[in-house]
């Protein structure tokens, strides 16, 4: 799920690619010589400095999440447990 600043720049990113970067993460970490240029490898479509980017933008969602910045979604629900919409 992206949100609002993930969304900003110069590119787009599918749900495929999305689901890339978030794999490529687990598997390349901070210590992995070349992070960037193996996750924008795995992803495709994408330069080094674009994933980086892209990471940077999550990393700030996050701590906008925890810090509270971020409401939790009013969802209603049935007494059977369906979202109502």
Same mark, same amino acid.
């Given at each position: 799920?992206?949100?609002s600043s993930m969304?900003?720049?110069?590119?787009?990113? *599918? +749900?495929?690619?999305? !689901?890339?970067?978030?794999?490529? @993460?687990?598997?390349?970490? #901070?210590?992995?010589?070349?992070?960037?240029?193996?996750?924008?490898?795995?992803?495709?479509?994408? *330069? +080094?400095?674009?994933? !980086?980017?892209?990471?940077?933008? @999550?990393?700030?969602?996050? #701590?906008?999440?925890?810090?509270?910045?971020?409401?939790?979604?009013?969802?209603?629900?049935?007494?059977?447990?369906?979202?109502?919409?």
């Amino acid at each position: 799920m992206a949100s609002s600043s993930m969304s900003r720049g110069s590119s787009s990113w *599918t +749900a495929k690619q999305n !689901k890339a970067f978030e794999k490529a @993460l687990a598997v390349f970490d #901070k210590d992995t010589p070349d992070r960037w240029h193996n996750v924008a490898k795995a992803v495709g479509g994408k *330069t +080094a400095e674009e994933v !980086k980017r892209h990471y940077e933008l @999550l990393v700030q969602d996050v #701590k906008h999440i925890d810090s509270g910045h971020v409401p939790f979604p009013n969802y209603r629900t049935t007494g059977h447990g369906n979202v109502d919409g």
